[in-house]
């Protein structure tokens, strides 16, 4: 019932005029990026950073929802029309939703796409409503070295599930932890790492850090893989629409990948690629049209599209109520919190009330606005596929480059963000995935502070790691999630 109230209140927050059109912006920019292949919410997300930094708290954030869900409901036509899916969890829809499109039924993917984008984006609120301020309520009672411990956990697991290989995803964290404590120690006022130069002794702006390792990375990466290819754009003619028997078939898979996709986003390293997949293998066991996955099967495109939306509800939950983000998206959403000196966790629902209902009952308009803008609008969309890439990119580089120059005039930010846009793109180049540095950047920090509050509150003594309950599960379960897999892999080599 409580919960019910903030909601309302939320509403209040969000209903108004100016943050009506926040949210207006938000989702018609954020499908905007999701149709162009290879810019994702994410980066959006991080170009803006710098652009909102004037903007009270509560509109940006409504703004910022509505490109992360926007972003969801746009790079299904990507995936559909020109069978290049923006993100790995929409592998699964350009296999069939393309079929489909080269088979004349364009116009039913796309619309059981959004519709189930909606439904599932809609029940995943639904449950972030309820689900996070009982959750918060429990956080609240975590001490710091279990709060260190849980940190812990979600570098780890983090970085085992991102990339091909566990190893360069924690190398990749390593190397956002050491950007990290570039800077002045608060506590000892001693220089870390500040190589003797004085722009260096307040830390790294992490803005620099996210857009050069990845707005300038990403883009010089995908701006260089395009050239190898000839973009092949389905043509839509009229809105989005589906028959009688689509709906019949598309329901099912709607609610079904809605139930995956919610649990697997609210957890580390759950992340939206895993439920889409096993959205997609369960409604090829359930279907009873079988014969069509591969060739075009509706079902094959409603249930991962619906895994997909509802697990970006659900990484809202550890986002909000712990500070954990699981996902690229909310790393920078993590980021534009710590912009605005605010710090997501439990107390952020007592601190800021009015954000984060506000926040959430955005969600519920967007998730309307979008239903809105994507069925009678997606042939507009389809002509966005037609924009030569080398203008697109050319404007990222340009939007980043004044956008970093305007947080302090400074041209060693400059300098700055090229060194990380060629180690962004290095990275992605050589195969090391690029949000475990960034969450290491954003996260740094509060682990060594709550790694520090933990060992003073023990008189320095390092057991308190092992001897609480919960940290000691939580560090049971870091070294668990750093051995098994190992030990698996070496167990299936040895039978091999």
């Known amino acids: 019932m409580e919960a019910l109230t903030s909601l309302l209140a939320g509403f209040e927050t969000a209903l108004t005029p100016i943050n009506l059109l926040w949210a207006l912006i938000g989702v018609t920019l954020g499908t905007l990026v ?32 509505g490109i992360y869900y926007g972003g969801m409901f746009g790079g299904s036509t990507t995936s559909i029309l020109l069978n290049t899916p923006g993100e790995s969890a929409s592998i699964i829809t350009a296999l069939e939703g393309n079929k489909m499109a080269r088979k004349g039924r364009a116009a039913a993917a796309l619309a059981t796409a959004a519709i189930g ?6 029940i995943g609120t639904l449950l972030l409503t309820f689900a996070a301020p009982a959750i918060a309520e429990i956080a609240v009672q975590i001490t710091p070295s ?10 780890v697991t983090i970085s085992a599930t991102f990339g091909g290989s566990p190893l360069r995803g924690l190398l990749s964290l390593f190397l956002g932890l050491g950007i990290g404590l570039v800077g002045t120690d608060l506590q000892s006022g001693q220089a870390r790492f500040a190589l003797g130069r004085p722009e260096l002794l307040d830390g790294i702006d992490f803005i620099t850090v996210v857009i050069g390792l990845f707005a300038i990375g990403e883009t010089l990466y995908v701006a260089s893989r395009l050239r ?3 973009s092949d754009v389905i043509k839509l003619e009229g809105g989005a629409t589906m028959s009688k028997q689509d709906w019949r078939r598309s329901w099912g898979p709607w609610l079904r990948g809605t139930a995956l996709g919610f649990p697997f986003g609210a957890i580390p390293a759950g992340g939206a690629e895993i439920p889409t997949f096993l959205s997609y293998t369960l409604e090829k066991r359930l279907s009873k049209h079988p014969e069509e996955f591969g060739q075009g099967a509706i079902e094959g495109v409603a249930g991962p599209e619906a895994a997909n939306n509802a697990s970006a509800a659900g990484v809202l939950v550890p986002l ?10 909310a790393a920078i959403l993590l980021a534009a919190f710590q912009q605005y000196g605010l710090q997501p966790g439990p107390l952020l629902f007592l601190t800021n009330g009015d954000l984060v209902w506000g926040l959430i009952a955005s969600l519920y308009i967007g998730n309307v606005m979008l239903l809105a803008l994507n069925l009678p609008l997606a ?21 980043s480059t004044v956008g970093v120059y305007s947080l302090n005039n400074s041209v060693f930010d400059l300098g700055l963000l090229a060194l990380f846009g060629v180690i962004g793109y290095g990275m992605r180049r050589f195969d090391f995935p690029v949000t475990p540095a960034i969450i290491g950047v954003v996260l740094g920090p509060t682990a060594e502070s709550q790694f520090r509050t933990a060992l003073q509150q023990s008189n320095g003594d390092p057991s308190i790691f092992v001897r609480q309950p919960l940290t000691a599960f939580l560090m049971l379960c870091v070294l668990a999630a750093l051995t098994v897999p190992q030990i698996l892999k070496w167990r299936a080599r040895r039978a091999a």
């Open 320 to 329: 909000l109520t712990l500070g954990l983000p699981t996902s690229a998206t």
């Open 117 to 122: 984008s909606f439904i599932a984006g809609t």
């Open 146 to 155: 279990a709060k260190f411990a849980l940190i812990m956990l979600a570098f």
């Open 34 to 65: 999701g149709v162009l292949p290879g810019i994702g919410p994410a980066l959006t997300v991080a170009l803006l950073l710098p652009v909102t930094a004037k903007l009270p708290p509560v509109s940006a954030f409504i703004m910022f929802a």
């Open 228 to 230: 190898k290819g000839k």
């Open 379 to 399: 042939p507009v969309w389809a002509r966005l596929l037609l924009i030569p890439r080398p203008f697109l990119y050319a404007g990222i580089l340009v939007f």
